[in-house]
Structure formats: structure tokens, C-alpha cells
């Protein structure tokens, strides 16, 4: 019998350790690109100012750098330890992206960090901002290597079922690699860094002009930062749209529940809130025409017929297809070496009905509806504070070309306390992609329940709460010296 216990804290210990992680990376992502654009003011206008504002934004990306490694190493551990099923049955796979990143993109972050930190009178300028472009580009790439891992996971492609093995193993590396949902995902995970970055300068900047200090160090870095978030919100936007089509047509019942839409049909509605709704406006989201059909929740248990007369399957026939597929495995591998025709007959009845292989471990179809709630508001908190903050980076610059912005006391104290609004924002986003997706693992492929260790759940409810101290603490120790060094603030040649 399946420990719904184990599953729930393992889930959650997990949970912990990517929610934790995501604290770090976007704003690396973010002042990477900030702080690479300073110093190319710097060598191109040869002015030392530029050079002392690229430097101080470096020692706040160095703090966030250091300590969101630690997160991210122990959550790729917690695939062996917590998931060990999962990482046997989807090794093969899932583990190729992970080692290509920490072997490529990982040392190259560490090798020009090193460069970019300890190189300023050591090498040349140019070479010397060369290593600032490529820190960046290397979390970058090591970001890209990490979605291609999570987008398979939304998006199971390139592999087939080896029932001598009984894994899934990897046939076309480039389908992994190109997979579409690891492009949209790519961008529009990594550009909301660029988004986080700059929301972050903003206001810590503020913060100099409340203070009335380094005022020209302030306006400069709000400058800076406020045309990179611009940008940067307006590409997350345009990968959202490509990402809402995927969902659609991949995890369309996470695009369901992203909308709380019980029944689906043509010109299905998109709603702001419940009880608000924009006619026709989900279809064009997910289909790009307003007369697109748009499947509800009911509509995925009981199964539909699509618009082109295919008819889908309910999630009652989906499970009996899994139990059939999940017996002819039995049969295959009791009968391979002692009765051939038969493990022959098993393994082509198993071949037939493998893409369903995952629902024969579902016990009850309402289990494959996510958390709704949870996912609908998340989608709203994720898309409502992105359009809000977009609209402050442009108030923001236009208050600075305006030369407005050192009198603007109460956009000074907005843009300062929108700081944990853009990491609630980020981490909404993944609560809509990684929730939204339950019950699998693996999209259709692998449900959690059948992807855990075997561990007792004391142990995983120990280490929870372990994680959650040593987590905290190392949360509270980067946000002390972050402080510390923005107190300190930039080289005082740069405020003059």
C-alpha cells in the first residue's frame, strides 16, 4: 500500500528545496545582464563611475551566487534520495541535461566568475568584460540544461520503454534538446530573472535616494535596470503566450485547472477573477483563435470528442489501458525466458498500450485533477503582479528621463517594498507549472505515487524540517550581508 504520508512530505521536501532555490537564481540571471551592461558603458566611455557601479552590483551577485549553489546542489540529490524510483525508471533521460550542465555550463560560470571577480587589474579590460558576458551566459546555459531536464518532464519526448531494463531510455538526444516546451520555457524562466534583477536594483537604488545618497549612482543603476526589466517583462510576456499554446496542447488539464474551467467548449472564456470573465479570450490564448476549443476538467475525465472528430479518451479507459499495459509487462517479464511466443505476444499487447502505462497506477480519476485553487490564484498572483511591476520599471524611466525621480519620495518607497513582489511573483510561476501538473512525475507517464523511495516518512518529516532550518539560515545569513554591503554602498568616488 502506497504511504500517502511519505508522498505528501516528500513532495513538500522537495517543494522546500526548489522554492528555496528559485530565490537565488533569478535575481543571478538578472544582475548578470545589469552589471555586464555597466561595465560596457565603462570600457566603451572609459569612465571609472561606470566601472565602481559595475563592481558594487558584482559583490551582490557574488553573495547570491555563493549561496544559491548550496540550494541547488541538494536538490539535485534529493532525485536519489526521495525519488529513487523516478531516477531509476527515467535515468537514462532526465540525468543527461543535469550532467551536461554541471559539466559544461557550471564549470564555465566558474571559471570566468573567478575572472570577472579577482581580474579587474590583472588582465585587460576587454578580456576582463569578456568574462563578465560569459558569467552571465554560463548561468544562462546552465539554466537552459536545467528546463530541458524540467520541460521533458512536462513533455515526455525521445525515449522508448525497455521492458528488459525497465526504463525509459533516451533514443533522440536533439527531440530532448528541442523539445518546444523546453524553449518557451527557457525564455520565459530565465527573462523573469532579467525582470527580477532589475525590480531588485530599482529598489535597493530607491533606497539611495531615500537616503539622499550616491544619488548618481542610484539614477544610473535605475537606468540601467529599468531598460533591461522592460525588455526583459515584455519577452516573459511574449514566452508566456507560446507556453499557454503548449500547455494546451501537452498538459491541457493544468491549463484547466489554471482557470478553474469545469466545462470546456469553443470561445471558452478566460476569467480575471471568478464571477469576471473576457469572452473567448482562453481560446485565443491557447489556440490563437477566438473560436478554438478549450476542454474543461469534466471534459478530461469523461473524455471528448475533438474538433477534428478525434475522439479522446476518458480517464476511466486511459486507466484500464494502463492496467492492461501494466499486466502485459507482468506477463512479459514472467514468460521472456521460459516461453517465448508468450512474452512475445506480452511485450506487443505492451507496446500497444505503453503511452498509457502511467494511469494503471491511479487509483481514483479525481486524482488526476491538480489542487485547482492553488493553481488558479497562483496563475493570477504570477500574471497580475508581472503586469503591475511592468508598469512600474516604465514609470520608473520615465521619471528618470523626466529628471523627476529624486522628488518622487512616494515611487521611491513603491518601487523599495516591490522587491518581495517580484520573488512572490516567481515563485507563483512555478507553483502553476510544477503543481499544475500533479499528479505526475512525469506528464502521463509516471505519477508521483509511483516515482517515491522507499523511505519510512519520519525520516523524510526529519529532514524537512532540517532543510527548513538550514535553509532559513541560509537565507537570513545572505540577506544580512547583502544589507550590510548596500549600507556600505558603492566606492565613495562613485557618488559625486
Given at each position: 500500500m502506497i504511504d500517502s504520508a511519505l508522498i505528501g512530505w516528500s513532495r513538500a521536501q522537495f517543494a522546500l528545496t526548489a522554492c528555496y532555490h528559485w530565490v537565488f537564481v533569478p535575481l543571478t540571471l538578472g544582475l548578470a545582464v545589469i552589471m555586464a551592461v555597466m561595465e560596457t558603458v565603462y570600457v566603451v566611455k572609459k569612465d571609472e563611475f561606470w566601472k565602481r557601479a559595475a563592481k558594487f552590483w558584482q559583490k551582490i551577485f557574488g553573495i547570491n551566487f555563493a549561496v544559491g549553489i548550496a540550494t541547488g546542489i541538494i536538490l539535485e540529490f534529493e532525485f536519489g534520495t526521495n525519488w529513487s524510483n523516478y531516477s531509476w525508471f527515467v535515468g537514462d533521460i532526465f540525468g543527461a541535461p543535469l550532467a551536461i550542465e554541471g559539466i559544461f555550463a557550471f564549470f564555465m560560470e566558474a571559471t570566468f566568475v573567478a575572472v570577472m571577480f579577482f581580474g579587474w587589474n590583472k588582465v585587460g579590460k576587454k578580456f576582463h568584460l569578456a568574462a563578465t558576458w560569459l558569467t552571465g551566459i554560463g548561468a544562462s546555459i546552465s539554466a537552459l540544461w536545467i528546463l530541458i531536464a524540467n520541460a521533458w518532464m512536462q513533455h515526455p519526448v525521445g525515449?522508448?520503454?525497455?521492458?528488459?531494463?525497465?526504463?525509459?531510455?533516451?533514443?533522440?538526444?536533439?527531440?530532448?534538446?528541442?523539445?518546444?516546451?523546453?524553449?518557451s520555457k527557457f525564455f520565459h524562466s530565465v527573462l523573469s530573472g532579467w525582470m527580477t534583477g532589475a525590480i531588485f536594483v530599482i529598489g535597493v537604488s530607491c533606497w539611495y535616494l531615500i537616503r539622499k545618497r550616491d544619488v548618481r549612482f542610484a539614477r544610473a543603476s535605475i537606468k540601467v535596470a529599468s531598460v533591461v526589466g522592460i525588455v526583459g517583462t515584455l519577452a516573459v510576456m511574449s514566452s508566456g503566450d507560446s507556453s499557454a499554446v503548449h500547455v494546451a496542447k501537452?498538459?491541457?488539464?493544468?491549463?484547466?485547472?489554471?482557470?478553474?474551467?469545469?466545462?470546456?467548449?469553443?470561445?471558452?472564456?478566460?476569467?480575471?477573477?471568478?464571477?469576471?470573465?473576457?469572452p473567448g479570450m482562453l481560446s485565443i490564448l491557447a489556440t490563437h483563435d477566438i473560436n478554438g476549443f478549450v476542454p474543461g476538467i469534466n471534459d478530461l475525465l469523461d473524455g471528448y470528442t475533438a474538433p477534428d472528430g478525434t475522439q479522446v479518451l476518458s480517464a476511466d479507459a486511459k486507466k484500464e489501458r494502463g492496467d492492461i499495459a501494466l499486466d502485459a509487462f507482468k506477463a512479459y517479464r514472467e514468460n521472456k525466458d521460459t516461453n517465448p511466443e508468450a512474452a512475445a505476444e506480452a511485450k506487443k499487447v505492451l507496446d500497444e498500450n505503453v503511452e498509457y502505462f502511467g494511469y494503471g497506477y491511479i487509483g481514483d480519476k479525481e486524482e488526476l485533477v491538480p489542487n485547482v485553487p492553488l493553481v488558479y490564484w497562483s496563475f493570477r498572483v504570477m500574471v497580475g503582479l508581472g503586469c503591475f511591476l511592468l508598469l512600474l520599471m516604465v514609470v520608473v524611466l520615465w521619471a528618470e528621463y523626466r529628471n523627476r525621480i529624486e522628488n518622487m519620495r512616494w515611487l521611491h518607497w513603491v518601487a523599495l517594498f516591490s522587491i518581495p513582489l517580484v520573488y512572490l511573483a516567481g515563485q507563483a510561476g512555478w507553483i502553476v507549472a510544477e503543481v499544475g501538473r500533479q499528479p505526475w512525475a512525469i506528464q502521463d507517464l509516471l505519477p508521483v505515487s509511483a516515482a517515491i523511495s522507499s523511505l519510512s516518512a519520519g525520516a523524510v518529516i526529519t529532514t524537512f524540517f532540517i532543510f527548513v532550518a538550514v535553509f532559513t539560515l541560509f537565507l537570513a545569513v545572505e540577506i544580512r550581508i547583502m544589507i550590510k554591503a548596500i549600507r556600505k554602498g558603492p566606492e565613495t568616488e562613485v557618488a559625486k
Amino acid at each position: 500500500m502506497i504511504d500517502s504520508a511519505l508522498i505528501g512530505w516528500s513532495r513538500a521536501q522537495f517543494a522546500l528545496t526548489a522554492c528555496y532555490h528559485w530565490v537565488f537564481v533569478p535575481l543571478t540571471l538578472g544582475l548578470a545582464v545589469i552589471m555586464a551592461v555597466m561595465e560596457t558603458v565603462y570600457v566603451v566611455k572609459k569612465d571609472e563611475f561606470w566601472k565602481r557601479a559595475a563592481k558594487f552590483w558584482q559583490k551582490i551577485f557574488g553573495i547570491n551566487f555563493a549561496v544559491g549553489i548550496a540550494t541547488g546542489i541538494i536538490l539535485e540529490f534529493e532525485f536519489g534520495t526521495n525519488w529513487s524510483n523516478y531516477s531509476w525508471f527515467v535515468g537514462d533521460i532526465f540525468g543527461a541535461p543535469l550532467a551536461i550542465e554541471g559539466i559544461f555550463a557550471f564549470f564555465m560560470e566558474a571559471t570566468f566568475v573567478a575572472v570577472m571577480f579577482f581580474g579587474w587589474n590583472k588582465v585587460g579590460k576587454k578580456f576582463h568584460l569578456a568574462a563578465t558576458w560569459l558569467t552571465g551566459i554560463g548561468a544562462s546555459i546552465s539554466a537552459l540544461w536545467i528546463l530541458i531536464a524540467n520541460a521533458w518532464m512536462q513533455h515526455p519526448v525521445g525515449m522508448e520503454f525497455n521492458p528488459e531494463t525497465v526504463r525509459h531510455e533516451m533514443v533522440d538526444f536533439w527531440a530532448v534538446v528541442t523539445n518546444p516546451v523546453a524553449i518557451s520555457k527557457f525564455f520565459h524562466s530565465v527573462l523573469s530573472g532579467w525582470m527580477t534583477g532589475a525590480i531588485f536594483v530599482i529598489g535597493v537604488s530607491c533606497w539611495y535616494l531615500i537616503r539622499k545618497r550616491d544619488v548618481r549612482f542610484a539614477r544610473a543603476s535605475i537606468k540601467v535596470a529599468s531598460v533591461v526589466g522592460i525588455v526583459g517583462t515584455l519577452a516573459v510576456m511574449s514566452s508566456g503566450d507560446s507556453s499557454a499554446v503548449h500547455v494546451a496542447k501537452y498538459q491541457p488539464m493544468k491549463l484547466a485547472a489554471a482557470e478553474g474551467l469545469e466545462e470546456g467548449g469553443p470561445r471558452a472564456p478566460f476569467s480575471i477573477v471568478p464571477g469576471l470573465e473576457i469572452p473567448g479570450m482562453l481560446s485565443i490564448l491557447a489556440t490563437h483563435d477566438i473560436n478554438g476549443f478549450v476542454p474543461g476538467i469534466n471534459d478530461l475525465l469523461d473524455g471528448y470528442t475533438a474538433p477534428d472528430g478525434t475522439q479522446v479518451l476518458s480517464a476511466d479507459a486511459k486507466k484500464e489501458r494502463g492496467d492492461i499495459a501494466l499486466d502485459a509487462f507482468k506477463a512479459y517479464r514472467e514468460n521472456k525466458d521460459t516461453n517465448p511466443e508468450a512474452a512475445a505476444e506480452a511485450k506487443k499487447v505492451l507496446d500497444e498500450n505503453v503511452e498509457y502505462f502511467g494511469y494503471g497506477y491511479i487509483g481514483d480519476k479525481e486524482e488526476l485533477v491538480p489542487n485547482v485553487p492553488l493553481v488558479y490564484w497562483s496563475f493570477r498572483v504570477m500574471v497580475g503582479l508581472g503586469c503591475f511591476l511592468l508598469l512600474l520599471m516604465v514609470v520608473v524611466l520615465w521619471a528618470e528621463y523626466r529628471n523627476r525621480i529624486e522628488n518622487m519620495r512616494w515611487l521611491h518607497w513603491v518601487a523599495l517594498f516591490s522587491i518581495p513582489l517580484v520573488y512572490l511573483a516567481g515563485q507563483a510561476g512555478w507553483i502553476v507549472a510544477e503543481v499544475g501538473r500533479q499528479p505526475w512525475a512525469i506528464q502521463d507517464l509516471l505519477p508521483v505515487s509511483a516515482a517515491i523511495s522507499s523511505l519510512s516518512a519520519g525520516a523524510v518529516i526529519t529532514t524537512f524540517f532540517i532543510f527548513v532550518a538550514v535553509f532559513t539560515l541560509f537565507l537570513a545569513v545572505e540577506i544580512r550581508i547583502m544589507i550590510k554591503a548596500i549600507r556600505k554602498g558603492p566606492e565613495t568616488e562613485v557618488a559625486k
